[in-house]
Every structure is written in C-alpha cells, then in structure tokens.
C-alpha cells in the first residue's frame, strides 16, 4: 500500500522463501513497544505517538499536519506544496539553509514530503542529539518567516519543478487518469499546483495557510527509535504546545464535495512516451475503513504481485504480451484509488484489454483457490512488516495513521486477515474491481493515430 505524495515510489516486495517455495516473512526487529503505540495529546489538541525501539541508536521525530494540498481553496493550487518549500528558507531563529546543516553537523538527516491529505517534515539523528533536534525541527515547521524576496526566489523553483514532472511522459499519463477519475475534487489535481495560480500567489497569503493549518488539532509528532528521557516534560513547553488549538476559522476542506469518481474510458497520446500503456482505476473505500482496506491489498497481490499472481503469469510469463503488469492500492482519508498499469507494444493494446478484462472476469465466476489466497495473505503479512523495519518507517505510520485518528497498534490491520476469503473477497472487492467499474485510460506514443 501507498500514499500519493510528489514523489510516487510503485509497491515492490523481496521475499525468501522456504524449503517448499512458500514465502515468508523478513525476520524484522520489531519490538512489541515498536508496534504498539503510546499515545497522548498536548493541551492544545496536538498528537504525540511513540514507538520505543531499544536497540537502536537512532531517534526519528516526524512531524505530521493536516494540511496538504486538498485543503488548498480554489486559487491556491500548489500552495501546500510551496509552503513546503519555503519552511526550509528560515524561520525565527533559523536562516535559510540553516537548519540543514545544523542536523548534518549532529549526525543526522532530513526531508519532508507533501500529499493530498497531509504533509510531514522528519529527521533522523543520534539518540543522544534527539532532544537538540526536536527544538529545531518545531521551530522550523512552527514559525517559518516567509519573506517577500526568499519567496519569489522559491517560487521559480516550484515552477521549474513543475514543468519537469510535466515533461516526464509517465508522469503525464498517471496524472492524466487522476483528472479522469476526479475531475472536480482537488485530488484529481497534481500536488504540485498550477502555473498560473502560484504566480498569483503572495507571502501574505501562504502565511495565513500556515496559520489556518498549522495549529494544535491538525498536528501530530511521531517518534520512534530510542526515546530520549524526559521527552514529555520538554513537548509540553515546547511550540508545538504553544500552537493555538484551532484557527478562528473552520477549515471544511477535507469534508468537500464527495470525490465523484467518474468511470469512462479515454484515449490520449503523449509525446516521448517510450511504451504504450493502458491504466484502469477503481475507487475504494477511504482509509479509515481498514478491513476494506486489507481486502484490497490482499486482491492486488493475489491479481498482480509475483510472477506467480494471475496477471503477471498470464499476460507476461504465459503470453507474454506485456514489458510488465502491476497493480497498486493508494490509501487516501477520503478514498481510496486500485490502479492498473500494462506496459505493451501498441499494437497489442487491443489484445491486453481483452486478456485483462478475461482474467478479472474469471476472478468472480469461479471460486478463487485457498493456495493463491494463502499466498496472498503471505504478500500482505510481509509487505506490512518489511515497511516496518527502521525507526522513520516506523515513525511514518504511526504519525500518519494517529494525525487522522486511527490508534492502534501498527501490525493491528493484520486482524482482519482471516475475514478475507474466496467469497469475501469476491462479494466486496473483486466485483469491484471490473473494467465496467472503472476508469480506463489507454496513452499512446505520438506519431501514431488512434
């Protein structure tokens, strides 16, 4: 499973396997405080989740917000994303570049990200330098300066940003179906923004974002690793607990219209584009719903994880009409996307169509074998705890999962595993998951007609 964030990484798992060709799980170093969670709040709303790791040396503090770009009002595509940006350029007691160089010297490393729901800052340094870090990571976050001449600088760095990943021909294409898919809900839209409203948009108005947003209800601080001693004592006179606990106004964003999928089917040509693709999207159920959740990651990885999974051995290993075939699951908080992609000559666009359309049909017209479904599990199992085997993994679910209210142990979506069976599965995901259902884009190279 996946968030969509500006950087897309695809789902891939290695796995060993036994004496019998049955696959099993990474013998991962996960402690029982490392997946179950301790969770408190501040005065003012904001979140605290830690995950003890003993053995490690290293802390991450990863700070999350609900602020990403589907809170952005209409005018402001690509805000959430620049205000990202223009954190890093100073803050009230930080200059720009300043901060980086302060974590580097303690031994550490930073980043930060922005998606449709959220966005998180982290770093990751030497347990001993935690408590030093977490005062710069919030005063970065918290109290950024945001003046006139940093930002028109920052500005042409996002525009260049985006006229990159619009001249990337895969990226065209997986943003081509989000539109077709969501073509009136700001997740339809790319993260990155729009040209024309970033050159409209002023220092004031990113500042009254960052107050809108940033504030003690919509932020959570997830830490993992070796928890420094009196790490309480310091959060509760920190500025995180110094941030008002709501803005005077109440943002609805993230209750907007509902998403309105639109199921279709489209044709598009993009120039540069290496191989013929054909994409189908489905919408699921939103991320608070992890039983369905858990199904659909079980029916990816039976449909399109391993050579052994129908899919791939069909259209690739036995026909091989096909570069690749993969399916993916992105949780979003409002619903979420399963989307295939097929890879292929353009002259078997045709042939792949059918043949996907064949191999999901049979998916519900006879009962699926427990062998697949047990493998299936196997997949999810692993999947689950290789994503948990550092401290920022670690710290990257607990704090997304508790900023939106889920507290529960990290491995506790493994629970609903055994509900999922050959007619579960059938009845709630896989009728679901039908050409009929969704959304297919088919993108081909230029120079050829359609």
Known sequence: MKTISINRELKHHDFEKDQNGVCRASQAKLTEDSTRLIHWSLK?????????????????????????????????????????HMVFKGSSSLEAGEFDLQIEALGGSSNAATGFDDV?????????????????LLNLVLTPKIDQEAFCLEREVVLEEIAQYKDQPDEQAFQKLLESCWPQHPYGRSILGKEASLQRLNPAQMRAFHRQHYTGENCCLAISGSIPKGIDHVLKKSLLAKLPKKATERNNAIQSPSLGFCKGRKEIIIPRLETA??????????????????????????????????????????????????????????????????????DQLENVEQEISKVLKETISSPIREKEIQRSYCLVRNGMYFN???????????????????????????????????????????????????????ARPSGNQI
Request: net charge negative; aromatic share 6%.
């Open 44 to 84: 003012n709303g904001a979140k605290i989740v830690m995950a003890s790791i003993p053995d490690t040396p290293l802390t991450c503090l990863d700070l999350w917000c609900r602020a990403g770009s589907a809170f952005e009002n209409p005018g402001e595509e690509g805000l959430a994303h620049f205000l990202e």
């Open 388 to 442: 948990l085997e550092a401290a920022c993994h670690v710290a990257n679910q607990a704090g997304s999962q508790s900023l939106w209210d889920r507290d529960h142990s990290l491995l506790d979506p493994l629970k609903h595993i055994p509900y999922w069976n050959s007619k579960t599965l059938q009845e709630n995901i896989l009728g679901i998951l039908q050409p009929s259902q969704g959304f297919t884009l088919i």
């Open 277 to 346: 693709r054909l994409m189908i999207a489905w919408q699921l159920s939103p991320a608070k719903d992890q039983k369905m959740i858990m199904g659909a990651d079980i029916a990816t990885s039976l449909l399109a994880e391993g050579r052994r999974s129908r899919l791939v051995k069909h259209l690739r290993e036995n026909l091989q009409l096909v570069e690749c075939v993969d399916m993916d699951l992105t949780v979003l908080e409002q619903g979420s996307l399963v989307m295939l992609e097929a890879l292929c000559k353009e």
């Open 120 to 136: 998180h800052f982290y770093v990751l340094v030497p347990s001993k330098s935690a408590l030093q870090a977490l005062e710069l």
